[in-house]
């Protein structure tokens, strides 16, 4: 690659900073009791939250490594499979508790925002790419029947939360480097002027990839802008991310343990690829009226152009082009109150979402789109819903939580190109989650809590695009007969803090699905999908505890049990006949276990702020279980461990810091499958992990 602007550190002050890592300029002391606002959308710490819910801060955030991808920071969180597929043209496949494993790109299954600004469209199709984990404060996420209060597909919850103005005037400067010409920067501008803050981002990145026809180039600008009064807020929050990055395709089994870093050479042929341009401007407003009563607000708009040549020159349709525009708005109250002498807190909401895409498509030459238009469509999702949940507190040892959400989504296709008939359509989706819930304070250290909910998930607008064929491609015709999933979820949990050294959270789930949405046929350049019945079980366990003044362990598992409750038929493209799934099969893409540990050091000691220079660091060890990569379960990802470590130092004179750090990632250099494209036509499963691999930076802050 070119010389660009990422480059804004002079590699010889990374490479000064071997073997260390950085951490923030305000390093804190360890926090056991996380502050969160997604569970009851009011502050409160996780131990009270009514159910699994757990937040990574921003220590942790720029630990784990150069805050590309979420996937770095979410290991240490169990029920949450985040799968980095080491391309930039796919976004992270994101599961929790088996929900959205379904997805061959973006993220489905699971709700995203960012400061409370949707970043999952109303058709429940998500992008993760959005998310600037560079002025990222704390990332929160929420599992269980309490997600499904969210809305359509809240199979669980990510938010990411952008961090607030310092007191002081503050200016950082970072840089990264790393295997397979990998550089990562970010300069970073805080302030706060009386009632009002400021932070602004710009960062950038571009990599070689460690696979053939993996380059790939990304700039990205975060901004928030606070005006506080007292207990009220007016936030106004800016996103614009940039991308144009090579695709090199999955892989065959063969081709996998072949040559892991090959791309596929049709790929390379047709310079298949992805770029777009994505934005939104999102407005929050909470106006605390009185001391028991607040209503908050929040409006937003945003847009997508995106170029994505995916299909052979012989298709009339093989470069795609979307212009997009999404908007919407939200309203909230929220009160204190007293019912029959019991005290509540009750919240009450509207909202409603919209997305609108212009979808066009052209011959593919060689990465760029000729010849005349093969395809154009309007392609709409609307969502208007409404919310009641509310907190009881029965008395000092129970607490009981209610509510439900009422949905209506509307999935509109307008063919507007008619030489191959037409394909318009539309179906609406409504849908009721109820959820209860009962939480036990047994002692002032430990919390027991019993949930239930029912959820509500409509297809995705790509997935009613074709209509299922049993022996060749899925027609081009809106697919009206694919039906919303509906679950039934129940968890049990408790959450123990012995003391301020020590936490420990355990849950129980089941899931269970009435026509769940599961592959019919997956290709690059069309898919079909079908109704069946599912389950969902597992248990999860995460703690940490701090051994000693330098020492601490931090650890997760998760154990899940995804299974196909109706036999089914899947189509392949090897094959012109059905190939039948049992009932009882598992469902692919959901790995039977994952575990996480960290032996994690700090020469300042773990209970106390850092006051002066100081260094840590970590060793790392990931674990995940085997995947299945088709429904019939006639082949799959075996299992793979990892692992990592990393080492800082920081040094302070005066109002200056310079934080140098280190990381090693896959330090036994084991060949892995990092993901899997569940029941890909042409049987091309599965996408390489990254081998052995280093980074180092620099991080310099100055605060007035």
């Not at 550089?183 to 932070?199: D, N, P």
């Not at 053939?212 to 005006?227: D, L, P, Y």
């Not at 050294?501 to 079909?528: E, G, H």
């Not at 050091?601 to 220079?613: A, F, K, L, V």
Request: glycine content about 8%.
């Amino acid at each position: 690659m070119a010389f660009s602007p990422v480059r804004v550190i002079p590699v010889a002050a990374a490479l000064s900073a071997a073997l260390l890592i950085c951490a923030p300029s305000n390093a804190r002391a360890q926090t056991l009791e996380d502050v969160v606002v997604s569970a009851s959308r009011t502050e409160q710490r996780s131990f009270d939250a009514p159910g699994s819910i757990q937040s990574i801060d921003r220590d942790s955030i720029q630990s784990r490594g150069p805050q590309i991808n979420i996937s770095e920071a979410l290991a240490e969180i169990p029920g949450i499979h985040v799968a980095n597929r080491n391309n930039f043209s796919q976004d992270l496949q994101i599961s929790i508790r088996g929900f959205g494993s379904r997805a061959p790109f973006g993220v489905r299954g699971v709700r995203l925002l960012i400061d409370g600004i949707p970043q999952t469209l109303p058709d429940g199709q998500g992008q993760s790419s959005q998310f600037a984990l560079t002025s990222a404060e704390r990332i929160e996420v929420l599992k269980g029947p309490l997600s499904l209060l969210y809305g359509n597909a809240a199979g669980g919850v990510v938010q990411v939360f952008t961090r607030s103005a310092s007191e002081r005037p503050e200016f950082s400067l970072s840089g990264y480097m790393g295997s397979d010409g990998l550089y990562r920067s970010s300069v970073q501008y805080a302030e706060k002027r009386g009632a009002y803050g400021l932070v602004a981002d710009l960062s950038a990145v571009e990599s070689d990839g460690f696979r053939a026809f993996s380059a790939a180039r990304r700039q990205q600008f975060n901004g928030k802008i606070e005006h506080r009064e007292g207990p009220s807020a007016t936030i106004l929050i800016a996103n614009v991310l940039r991308n144009d990055s090579q695709e090199p395709g999955s892989l065959t089994r063969a081709e996998f343990l072949a040559n892991p870093t090959q791309a596929v050479a049709a790929n390379v042929a047709n310079r298949f690829g992805k770029v777009f341009e994505q934005g939104s401007l999102g407005l929050l407003h909470d106006l605390q009226v009185s001391e028991s009563r607040k209503i908050s607000a929040r409006a937003y708009w945003g847009y997508r152009s995106l170029d994505n040549p995916l299909g052979p020159a012989t298709s009339g349709t093989g470069y795609s082009m979307i212009e997009r525009q999404f908007y919407g708005l939200g309203v909230t109250l929220s009160e204190r109150a007293q019912l029959a002498g019991i005290p509540t807190l009750t919240l009450l909401g509207v909202e409603a979402d919209a997305v609108d895409d212009d979808r066009t498509a052209r011959q593919n030459l060689a990465g760029v789109p000729a010849g005349p238009l093969g395809r154009q469509e309007r392609n709409l999702a609307r969502n208007s819903d409404a919310i009641l949940q509310s907190q009881l507190f029965l008395n000092d040892q129970y607490t009981a939580t209610a509510g439900f959400r009422v949905s209506r989504v509307l999935l509109e296709v307008q063919d507007q190109f008619l030489a191959d008939g037409n394909g318009s359509g539309r179906r609406a989706y409504t849908g009721v989650s109820p959820v209860l819930g009962l939480t036990r304070h047994v002692s002032p250290s430990l919390n027991t809590f019993l949930q239930f909910g029912r959820g509500f998930e409509t297809p995705t607008l790509n997935e009613v695009l074709y209509t299922p064929n049993a022996t060749s491609t899925p027609t081009n015709n809106f697919y009206s007969g694919l039906g919303a999933a509906r679950s039934q979820q129940v968890e049990i949990g408790m959450k123990w803090r012995p003391d301020a050294k020590t936490r420990l959270d355990a849950s129980l789930f089941q899931a269970r699905t009435r026509d769940d949405i599961v592959p019919f046929y997956l290709s690059t350049s069309s898919s079909a999908w079908q109704n069946a019945d599912t389950q969902r079980r597992g248990a999860e366990l995460s703690g940490l505890t701090i051994v000693n003044q330098r020492w601490a362990i931090r650890g997760a598992l998760s154990i899940i049990s995804a299974t196909y409750q109706e036999p089914l038929a899947t189509v392949r493209a090897t094959s012109t006949s059905l190939v039948t799934v049992e009932s009882g099969n598992t469902m692919p893409g959901v790995p039977r276990s994952r575990a996480f540990a960290e032996l994690a050091w700090r020469s300042s000691g773990w209970m106390q702020r850092p006051t002066s220079n100081f260094s840590e660091g970590g060793l790392e060890w990931t674990a995940v279980g085997d995947m299945q990569a088709n429904s019939a379960n006639t082949e799959k990802a075996s299992g793979y461990e990892l692992i990592s470590a990393r080492l800082a130092t920081h040094l302070r004179k005066g109002p200056q810091q310079i934080s140098l750090f280190a990381r090693i990632d896959n330090l036994l250099d084991r060949r892995y499958v990092g993901s899997v494209v569940a029941d890909q036509a042409f049987l091309r499963f599965y996408e390489p992990g990254a081998p052995r691999n280093w980074l180092l930076g620099l991080r310099y802050t100055v605060s007035h």
